[in-house]
């Protein structure tokens, strides 16, 4: 056996080694249990509905969209703060105040009826700074 021959069939077998080790790797990382490290998912006040989402973010001293528009019936509301202060998404009329930490999201889930609904941020002086919005439910 020459010397090239050498090179190459041990070449050919790091090869495969590292192919099968690779293989069990992806697959051993594919296991259905649970990391016991992990910290569980926060829970949001209601589950997802299966109708419709309105995803609305919140910063000083704006929401965005300020204008929302949905359908009437069962929907969910994503609020996110992109603030670096505590804000809320609040609709008096309809009962609503959502309200979530900078940097985190909070949503609850609600049968919208037809009509215009104001939503502001209930944190004081926000609403005076212009955090405020429309809903449209048609």
Do not use: W
Request: aromatic share 6%; net charge positive; proline share 5%.
């Amino acid at each position: 056996m020459t010397r090239s021959t050498i090179f190459s069939d041990t070449l050919r077998r790091g090869s495969a080694t590292v192919a099968v080790a690779a293989v069990v790797f992806v697959v051993s990382g594919c296991g259905g249990g649970a990391d016991k490290g992990a910290a569980p998912a926060p829970a949001s006040k209601a589950p997802a509905a299966a109708g419709a989402v309105l995803e609305v973010t919140g910063a000083e001293f704006s929401f965005a969209p300020a204008t929302l528009k949905a359908s009437a019936g069962k929907t969910t509301i994503r609020f996110t703060n992109k603030g670096v202060v505590e804000h809320d998404f609040t609709i008096d009329a309809l009962n609503i105040e959502i309200s979530a930490a900078p940097g985190k999201t909070a949503e609850t889930t609600v049968t919208l009826a037809p009509g215009t609904y104001t939503s502001v941020c209930t944190v004081p002086g926000h609403l005076q700074s212009g955090m405020k919005g429309t809903l449209t439910v048609a």
